[in-house]
DNA sequence: TTCATTCAGAGAACGTGTTCACTTAATAAA
DNA sequence: TTTATTAAGTGAACACGTTCTCTGAATGAA
């Protein structure tokens, strides 16, 4: 009762918003970027070519909308499961395999995102680095925590370790959409796993 | 002499393909790639639409023919003069260093470089993998030396722990042009030694 | 030499992403 | 209620990358 009268513009402008994204999402899970036109888009939700512009400045920012969308869901998930009482280099595997599902279970979608990566507004840039950044907070205290146990050298930095564990992640996960075209999450992990064992030895 | 004739058609095609990359290569040095129109590079070479795509299949490949070219001579250049009788710590910073002075130096063209390298025709991919593959190889041998004076655990995997230092390469290379646009190769440097030192540590 | 064939060169035409001027319905002001 | 203002909605128009058909000159066969 409290919101502002509940404009009747207003709701009406999410709602197309989202039928807008809808559509997107529908058709980028299956059709090549490219192959994805905004007329396309238009006509799904049955609306006007210029009407998809009021709400996005370009067919990007609609991708990165989407990407946005599964990264919250993805980190969420990834963080609330870490499984305790196991060595770091099980839980740090386990995590990044949660993130290979994904990009492996959506595919095409998953290489849209990532191939779209430098090409991003920089509001867009601005969140997806803002997940990174809590992430490695989050692996830098599971590090300091394998530190006490002695299961990695307290010598190392847990923050600047952290970072390099996690480019071996990005290295991982980029080679499999350049290269491979690996789409099983466990043979990715595997790849991961004698990566970092060569950085945390 | 034993030259098939020499066919003046076939000089003419070739004289043509360097004229259009040299066009391109001049435009993509100074705008940012969608700046770059095919009409433009047309006009400045004084060519025809058309000429443009009996030579190459698109927009993409005259930026991945200049990309080959530049990884040539970058590849070329740093494994020729890899410092001997230093540390393999200062050694591979040191070959880095040189890359990134190209990049850094050559901003805007390498931003296009290494943005579209999800984008590339696979005989592309297979040809810029194959400079890192030979360049893995070649940081492999320097680690065995390595190993062999004491400087690295000789536990680790020579040919691995090459991918995880290269891992740290291009997440710094990446981080620079997706976040920082860092101008200043000995920031990058700099950056990569602290990462790296965590690996080999 | 003469003529048929090939292929580099060329630009019109097409589908795309994006811009723009316009319409129309919701809101605010009277 | 009546009128003015705002902003969502719309599709024609534009510039681009790319495709296509056409032209003309180089090549090879006669």
Chains 1, 2 share one sequence.
Not at 43 to 59: D, M, S
Request: glycine share 2%; aromatic share 12%; hydrophobic share 40%.
């Amino acid at each position: 009762m409290e919101q502002p009268k509940a404009n009747r513009r207003e709701v009406q402008k999410s709602e197309t918003r989202a039928l807008i994204l809808k559509s997107a999402r529908k058709l980028f899970e299956t059709l090549d970027y490219d192959k994805v036109t905004i007329r396309g888009v238009a006509a799904l939700g049955r609306i006007g070519l210029g009407t998809i512009y009021k709400h996005f400045p370009n067919k990007l920012s609609m991708l990165a909308a989407a990407f946005s969308d599964d990264l919250k869901n993805m980190y969420q998930d990834a963080l609330a499961t870490v499984p305790d009482n196991q060595s770091f280099q099980s839980q740090f595997v386990h995590i990044s395999k949660r993130f290979f599902s994904f990009y492996t279970s959506h595919y095409s979608l998953s290489r849209a995102y990532l191939s779209h990566l430098f090409f991003y507004e920089q509001e867009w840039i601005d969140e997806i680095n803002a997940f990174d950044d809590r992430y490695a907070q989050k692996i830098a205290e599971l590090i300091r925590a394998a530190q006490d146990t002695g299961e990695i050298n307290p010598a190392k930095d847990s923050h600047i370790l952290a970072l390099a564990l996690m480019s071996n992640y990005f290295f991982v996960l980029a080679n499999s959409f350049l290269l491979d075209k690996i789409t099983d999450p466990d043979q990715l992990a595997t790849r991961l796993e004698t990566l970092i064992e060569q950085t945390l030895l």
